[in-house]
């Protein structure tokens, strides 16, 4: 529950009372406005992408869409590289811009998430399963049902695969559900950034139709992410 400031650890109230006096009132209430509307209860995924500008374009999505955090799971190619600089306990270094990260394509969205890298598809399985979220993986397949169907009230882990392949079979074998995009044109899929911006307004609506809202975090975490985003 410590926040990361240049390189050090500190107690989120210890954050909160020696730097939110830096900031502009303008500045402090776009932080409580954004903090407002987050949630950690849908979590993107990525499967084995190759192109860094796909996953920096899903992120720069899931953050405008009130996403807290994403994961990378063995990403493959040039996306690769990125993975240490997602990888947990590397966020000082992200925050502080030593790796900057096409940061045209992100619009800085990796500074305002958490950004998990796991090497394997059963290592993120198991991670997902223990912290209590259902696994439901986007599949142009005969059994996956529509995405309307699936209700994201419950905490959900949402998978995007790799764009010629899409997700592995493992995943596949390991989700708890498929799911299909609409899609009633002839062209048979969608960019894989493009089908996961789709994918979270989605969610991000039926959260909202189900619940009245899409933020869900508790005043504990709210003060716990309004430190990490005063010290960023």
């Known amino acids: 529950a410590e926040v990361p ?10 954050v909160r009372r020696v ?27 990525l499967e084995r992408v190759h192109d860094p500008g796909n996953v920096n374009a899903v992120l ?7 996403y807290g955090a994403a994961a990378l799971v063995d990403l493959d190619g040039e996306a690769a590289d990125l993975v240490e600089q997602y ?20 619009q ?26 259902r696994i439901a993986v986007t599949a142009l397949r005969e ?13 959900t882990a949402l998978v995007f695969g790799a764009e010629r392949d899409g997700a592995s079979d493992e995943m596949l074998e390991l989700a708890d559900d498929a799911v299909l995009l609409p899609l009633d044109g ?25 619940t009245g809202r899409h933020g869900d975090l508790s005043d504990a975490d709210r003060d716990l992410l309004l430190a990490h985003y005063i010290a960023r």
Not at 23 to 42: D, M, N, W, Y
Not at 87 to 106: M, N, T
């Open 5 to 14: 400031v240049e390189g050090r650890r500190y107690a989120p109230e210890t």
């Open 19 to 45: 730097l939110a006096p830096f900031l502009s009132e303008r500045r402090r209430q776009r932080i409580e406005r954004v903090i407002a509307g987050r949630t950690f209860s849908v979590w993107p995924v």
């Open 60 to 66: 720069r999505s899931a953050e405008g869409l009130g």
């Open 87 to 106: 990888r947990e306990g590397a966020d000082d270094a992200a925050l502080a811009g030593e790796r900057p990260i096409r940061r045209r394509q992100s």
């Open 108 to 133: 800085g969205a990796h500074k305002w998430m958490h950004v998990e890298a796991f090497e394997s598809t059963a290592g993120f399985v198991r991670e997902a399963r223990a912290r209590g979220y």
């Open 143 to 155: 059994d996956a049902k529509p995405i309307a169907d699936l209700d994201f009230s419950i905490p």
């Open 186 to 210: 002839f062209v048979q899929s969608y960019n894989v950034s493009v089908a996961a911006a789709l994918a979270l307004y989605h969610a991000r609506q039926d959260r909202i139709a189900r």
